[in-house]
């Protein structure tokens, strides 16, 4: 028999949730930051290593590939051992792993184990948002989901402000051995102060002590009578991503979408020292404080939930009597839709070297805020879209949108130095205005495509 109660963390203080929920967002920007920071370790790793920049760049490709693979195996398991023990084991590998890689002699042994940090650092991609929805009622999940969202985009960031200052007074390794820090601190934060929030696995360590303390076998939580194994889980994980990219246009095109702004943002790391190094004498350090821009743009879009979306969603639900219908996720993207070519467009042609180095880092503003609008529509959608895959719906996101953040750094210089800055800036902006009436047309169409939808509910 199931334990008759359990602790259920939806009734826990405010103060307690939002406690985990910045923990946990720490965590997330420690793990993205660490993407990006290597895009500034790219000159000292040649000196060292003796190898040319395109191979440097696969630094951050890596890592960023290893990011997109690892929800695949790390979200199923958390089904099984919780996210507790996923967040614990999972940083404690990212800190031994990013030993080697802070300490390699050797430029293979680097990038190998880029990607294996990379790899384990990725539960906090896959399994967080679980724990912030663990915390929170449907109704009043949309601020701390905001919150989290931003943070994995805040943190590529808030990499090159970091890094420009560490690589311009020290060795490039003493990236890394920040990151060991930070990483250590995390981990003493996650054992003080992040407990256990799946709620199958709380009654499943209750039942477990239960039977210890009174030896009543009768006990059991219902995941220990499950049939499902951890292989089996793992398989259903691995496979159903990928049915979902075949048989879904609408999931198909959203994860192009938000691929492509992924793409561009890790691009953007070896364009800004083009634009701001080569053509305005920015030092290292500089250039790192260009990105503040983006992240001006990042916050100010990520605040907007509270005073403008937020309220939005809230009506929508007064207005259907319960949970409004997954296109009602969409009006935050419709806004991304239009700021992302806007701030691009504007970039792209205030680049000249004649144009004040302030005006295209505006410019960045409003595609950063952009940005993390289509980011958090495109989410929500999916998950209330294909709630009954939900987890196999984000990890398709999260597998294509890694593939491109790891592919477009490494012909970012190739296409620069062919186009110029204005024309591959234009390019890309092109690419984003293409990709804009998908919220519009989803919106309109998107009850119909849900009904014909082999993994949709409604």
């Known amino acids: 028999m199931p334990p008759e109660y359990v602790a259920d963390p939806l009734n826990w203080s405010l103060t307690k949730k939002w406690r985990i929920v910045l923990i946990i967002c720490s ?4 793990v993205t930051c660490t993407s990006s920071l290597a895009s500034s370790t790219y000159q000292g ?10 191979v440097a760049i696969l630094t951050v490709s890596l890592y960023v590939e290893g990011l997109g693979m690892g929800p695949l195996l790390l979200g199923p398991l958390s089904e099984f051992f919780g996210r507790n023990k ?48 663990d915390m929170f009622s449907h109704r009043d999940v949309g ?17 090159p402000v970091v890094a420009g200052f560490i690589n311009q007074n020290a ?35 209750k ?40 048989f879904e246009p609408m999931a198909l095109l959203l994860n192009i979408w938000t691929s492509l702004l992924l793409g561009i943002l890790y691009l953007f790391f070896n364009a800004f020292p083009i634009v701001f190094r080569d053509g305005h004498g920015f030092s290292l350090e500089d250039n790192g404080l260009t990105f503040i821009g983006m992240g001006i743009g990042i916050v100010f879009g990520t605040s907007t939930q509270f005073y403008i979306w937020g309220p939005l969603d809230q009506r929508q639900w007064e207005k259907y009597g319960g949970p409004p219908p997954p296109e009602s996720r969409l009006y935050i993207g419709m806004a991304g839709a239009i700021a992302v070519p806007i701030g691009l467009f504007w970039f792209a042609f205030t680049t000249y070297p004649s144009v004040h180095w ?22 929500t959608f999916l998950v209330t879209t294909y709630r009954p895959v939900a987890a196999s719906a984000m990890a398709s996101n999260s597998f294509m949108r890694s593939a491109f953040a790891a592919i477009f750094p490494l012909f970012s210089t190739y296409m620069y130095g062919r186009l110029g800055t204005v024309g591959a800036s234009a390019l890309l902006a092109g690419l984003t205005l ?17 009904k014909r939808s082999r993994f949709s509910n409604s």
């Open 434 to 450: 293409l990709m804009a009436p998908l919220p519009f047309v989803f919106y309109k169409w998107g009850p119909q495509l849900r």
């Open 27 to 30: 965590a997330a920007l420690c």
């Open 358 to 379: 302030i005006v295209p880092i505006i410019g960045s503003i409003p595609f950063g805020a952009g940005t993390i609008w289509v980011f958090t529509s495109v989410f």
């Open 171 to 205: 060795n490039w390794r003493w990236t890394y051995y920040v990151v060991l820090i930070w990483t250590f601190v995390e981990i003493v934060l996650l054992l003080i102060w992040v407990p256990e929030t799946f709620k199958p696995v709380l009654i499943k360590e």
């Open 45 to 54: 790793m040649e000196q060292t290593y003796g190898i040319s920049m395109e």
């Open 207 to 246: 039942a477990q002590r239960l039977r210890k303390e009174t030896g009543d076998n009768r006990y059991y939580a219902p995941i220990e009578k499950s049939d499902r194994s951890i292989l089996q889980t793992i398989t259903f994980s691995c496979y159903k991503p990928f049915e979902i990219i075949f």
């Open 86 to 133: 996923i967040y614990i084991i999972s940083f404690v590998c990212f800190l031994l792993l990013n030993l080697p890689v802070a300490f390699a002699n050797s430029a293979p042994l680097h990038l190998v184990f880029r990607f294996i940090t990379g790899f384990s650092g990725a539960a906090f991609m896959s399994v967080a948002g679980g724990t912030v929805s």
């Open 143 to 159: 601020h701390p989901m905001a919150i989290y969202t931003a943070s994995p985009f805040l943190g590529p960031v808030v990499g």
